[in-house]
């Protein structure tokens, strides 16, 4: 094989990898654009907010509070009114923090006595839950 035949195999070589890998990332590219355009990787959700849904879908209490809006007053209150403390939040509530934190991670149910409880805090220490 002469000099100039290896060297036209090898360039041929080069451009079949670098084609390769084009085409891959083109390939990859494609993928994630379908997926963010569809809504599966582009949604954002807190951790709990899934399971939370899939516990329960009835009203936790008379003005139709929903679970994933009874932990959003909990998030708020742990934030802005005990220095985002779990331990902190399940003191005022007279819960153990195991439950708190169970509620924020979506593994329990929030019953009613609770998200009144926290209503009642935030009314008494002027913070906005809602």
């Known amino acids: 094989m002469s000099a100039n035949t290896q060297h036209i195999n090898g360039n041929a070589a080069r451009n079949t990898r670098w084609l390769t890998l084009v085409a891959g990332g083109v390939g990859l590219g494609a993928t994630l654009l379908f997926l963010f355009a569809s809504g599966r990787l582009g949604a ?71 998200v009144m409880k926290a209503r009642g805090i935030a009314l008494q220490r002027g913070i906005a839950v809602e």
């Open 44 to 114: 954002v959700r807190t951790k709990g907010q899934a399971r939370r849904n899939r516990l329960s879908n009835q009203p936790v209490d008379d003005r139709g509070t929903g679970q994933e809006q009874a932990a959003q007053i909990l998030s708020k209150l742990r934030d802005r009114g005990f220095d985002a403390s779990d331990e902190k939040l399940a003191l005022a509530l007279g819960r153990p923090t195991g439950e708190v934190e169970a509620w924020e991670a979506g593994k329990a149910i929030i019953d009613d006595d609770v």
